[in-house]
């Protein structure tokens, strides 16, 4: 923006995180609940140049409706039940001497953090 935010950073974080612990991850805030839009890709014609295919919207109701149950339905079976996201703490992971070595030859972990 043109004009700085008229508050800190940390109140700006605090209000993006308890925004983000809110939503659910398929369905989103209850508030603004998701759409899902219906579209049909149209190939084009042969010889025609590369990427220029067209994008139609398809206004079918049922379609998009049978749409977003497979969606939820596809959704549940892989994830479970939606639950909001939790927020973790910046805990230290529990490696084995094989999977440190490996982690060092990468580049990644020279040394062991303090607070561990």
């Known amino acids: ?24 991850p398929l369905s989103g805030r209850a508030a603004m609940p998701p759409t899902l839009s219906l579209w049909q890709w149209i190939a084009p014609a042969p010889g ?12 079918d109701a049922a379609a998009t409706d049978a749409m977003g149950r497979r969606l939820k339905a596809a959704w549940i079976a892989a994830n479970g039940a939606e639950a909001p ?3 973790r703490s910046g805990g230290c992971p529990q490696l084995t001497p094989e999977e440190e070595a490996e982690l060092k030859a ?4 020279a040394t062991r953090r303090r607070d561990c």
Not at 1 to 24: I, K, M, N
Not at 48 to 59: D, E, F, L, Q
């Open 106 to 109: 990468l580049g990644y972990a």
């Open 48 to 59: 025609s140049p590369p990427m220029t295919s067209v994008a139609v919207p398809v206004h």
């Open 1 to 24: 923006p043109a004009v700085a935010p008229r508050t800190t950073s940390e109140a700006l974080h605090a209000r993006f995180e308890d925004a983000f612990g809110r939503a659910l």
């Open 85 to 87: 996201p939790v927020t």
